[in-house]
């Protein structure tokens, strides 16, 4: 079971069911990740329902009948939240790293339940699962990761002062570690957009948003409890972080069990 889960759905799941409960909670939109306007019609009841599918996709992650439908029902929900707020502020705002990073955000975590789906699904010959994890879509989908990866980097340089401030008192050099990591993100969405050792790119990246989670935001977490968003800077951290290892995966064995079937008949010798 712990095998089928892994630390990409595991974490993918937490982050997500995590971002649900919080709408629900507050009878509001995840602070900065969902930024709806607070004068659209019924603001309070469609952050419920958007918690509720959080929520109901990220269950169902977790159990292995439900797990497709889970992960379709995520990267449905967060390719219409990029197409709804992630696309049209970018199209105001051209040139501001922070509309670039909303939507790489969006997009990332859009990547992480397209590759569950596929994980997840049975692949027949003519089925979504099967165009969803051809070689090409799959291709497609790392390189959004990897433009995410350099949209993340250049956010980090753009607000290296609000990144540092973020970063736990107790580590030194927290200006140049806002930097580094900034380096990190361009390096490794670098390599996946042109293809120099992607995967060990991506895995690294994995591991340095993972450690992100238990360095930064659990600390920040602790320290400021009420505040709802540093609930949703962690969660979403947690979700981005098993998206990354969902992408890891795909560079590796086959995505899921099903996917280790083939999709056509394979001769046998007589």
Do not use: K, N
């Not at 390719?79 to 969006?106: D, N």
């Not at 010959?125 to 350099?150: Q, T």
């Not at 380096?183 to 390599?191: D, K, M, S, T, V």
């Not at 995967?199 to 977490?221: G, Q, T």
Request: proline letters at 7%; glycine letters at 10%.
């Amino acid at each position: 079971m712990l095998r089928y889960l892994g630390p990409g759905r595991i974490l993918y799941a937490t982050g997500m069911a995590g971002l649900g409960a919080l709408c629900l909670a507050t009878h509001d939109f995840a602070p900065q990740w969902q930024a709806v306007p607070r004068d659209i019609p019924a603001h309070a009841a469609l952050a419920d329902a958007c918690g509720a599918l959080l929520l109901l996709g990220a269950a169902g992650l977790l159990l292995r009948r439900l797990a497709a439908v889970g992960a379709a029902l995520l990267a449905l929900f967060l390719l219409i939240l990029a197409l709804l707020l992630g696309v049209p502020r970018v199209a105001r705002e051209p040139l501001s790293i922070l509309a670039w990073l909303g939507l790489f955000e969006t997009l990332t975590t859009m990547v992480g339940a397209w590759l569950l789906y596929v994980q997840a699904a049975a692949p027949g010959p003519e089925s979504l699962a099967a165009r969803a994890g051809s070689g090409d879509a799959i291709g497609a989908a790392r390189l959004l990761v990897g433009a995410g990866m350099v949209v993340f980097g250049l956010a980090h340089f753009a607000y290296a002062d609000f990144t540092a401030s973020m970063i736990p008192a107790w580590l030194p050099a927290r200006l140049p570690l806002a930097y580094f990591t900034g380096a990190c993100h361009l390096a490794a969405g670098c390599a996946v957009l042109l293809g120099i050792w992607p995967a060990l790119a991506v895995r690294l990246e994995a591991i340095m948003m993972s450690a992100f989670i238990v360095l930064v935001h659990v600390p920040a977490v602790a320290s400021r409890p009420a505040d709802h968003g540093q609930w949703a800077e962690l969660f979403l951290a947690t979700a981005l972080a098993g998206a990354m290892w969902t992408v890891a995966a795909s560079f590796g064995a086959p995505l899921g069990a099903r996917a280790r079937e083939p999709l056509t008949p394979t001769p046998r010798p007589v």
